[in-house]
């Protein structure tokens, strides 16, 4: 394949990596099903997190690193946006509006109505970032179609078992009037209101992801777009809004990088390369100290398939040039 140097080529070859997180004395996504208790495999103990609950942290992370710059807008907006930008339909009639279908066209027949969805999903997918990357359904009253995106993630789960802890938190202080008149009379002051938080006191998280080059073609991913991407991912956690998640870190993120589009080797192949062992301390592992990376990264490189790339972040991410 000859070699690709501008960032704005859609993405033609097929990228595997696994990604390694932590989290420290806090709750990487909780459970509204548990009482935001830490998710949990009740079969293995081991902690989950979910895709949507990393997609979200990406997100999060490229409206930051980007601004909101044209072309790198975010379509799933966080609680903290502005209302307009919440509804999901106002952003489907801003793509019709773009390309002139803001007043009901004359031509109602199934095959203008297909080419004005058409060009709408592709307005959506130059203008979103998440939509590009991701992928959307937005096909819900204002219509701008389905859209399958190239990045995909999988759960990320805990190399150990977890064991999940609430910690109960007080607060010196009351909303009401009323509250604080009540409290006043029974025990003579305010004495505040009492809470609970549920923390991992620690766990190292391992999951997997893929970048679908014949996706990228239908979304116009760009090499430009995937090393955002990775950016976002490393940095995921210093952008994080959650209140409750403790002291987390993406420790490693293994790319691995295919000479071709269809890939040279199996998905699952590669990740079998990549081990997490506990160091056997007699001790629970309360710090990334406690593991060990299977093979030296030398090694690793040694042992893959022909056509087939390593890239090590984010301690080689100033060198990664993806689809050169």
């Not at 509204?32 to 989950?48: E, I, S």
């Not at 204002?142 to 990045?151: K, L, S, Y």
């Not at 993120?253 to 071709?260: D, K, L, N, P, R």
């Not at 997490?276 to 040694?302: H, Q, T």
Request: aromatic share 8%; with cysteine.
């Amino acid at each position: 394949m000859a070699t690709t140097t501008d960032s704005n080529t859609i993405v033609d070859r097929r990228y595997d990596f696994v990604y390694l997180f932590d989290v420290a004395d806090g709750n990487p996504n909780g459970d509204p099903d548990a009482g935001n208790l830490p998710r949990l495999d009740p079969q293995t103990l081991q902690g989950f997190v979910t895709d949507v609950c990393i997609k979200r942290k990406i997100r999060n992370a490229v409206a930051a690193l980007t601004n909101d710059e044209p072309g790198h807008e975010i379509y799933f907006q966080t609680q903290d946006a502005v209302y307009e930008k919440r509804i999901l339909n106002r952003q489907h009639q801003r793509a019709h509006d773009a390309i002139g279908d803001g007043a009901k066209s004359k031509d109602d027949s199934a095959k203008a109505k297909a080419d004005k969805t058409r060009q709408a999903r592709e307005w959506m997918c130059r203008n979103f970032y998440d939509v590009r990357a991701f992928g959307a359904v937005m096909s819900t009253g204002v219509n701008c179609g389905q859209v399958r995106g190239p990045a995909q993630i999988t759960f990320a789960r805990s190399v150990d078992p977890i064991v999940p802890m609430e910690v109960a938190i007080t607060r010196k202080s009351v909303t009401t009037e009323e509250e604080a008149e009540k409290q006043s009379k029974k025990d003579g002051s305010i004495t505040g209101t009492m809470g609970r938080k549920s923390t991992v006191p620690y766990a190292l998280y391992v999951g997997h992801g893929f970048i679908n080059p014949l996706l990228a073609a239908d979304t116009g991913f760009t090499y430009a777009d995937l090393r955002l991407f990775f950016d976002a991912m490393i940095r995921m956690f210093d952008f994080d809004r959650s209140a409750s998640r403790g002291l987390m870190a993406v420790r490693k993120i293994y790319v691995f990088e295919h000479a071709s589009r269809l890939g040279n080797a199996p998905a699952h192949t590669l990740f079998d390369h990549v081990k997490i062992e506990p160091l056997g301390l007699e001790k629970p592992p309360r710090s990334f100290d406690a593991y060990e990376l299977g093979d030296k990264l030398g090694d690793l490189r040694e042992k893959l398939p022909k056509g087939v790339t390593l890239h090590e972040l984010p301690e080689e991410f100033d060198d990664f040039q993806p689809g050169s």
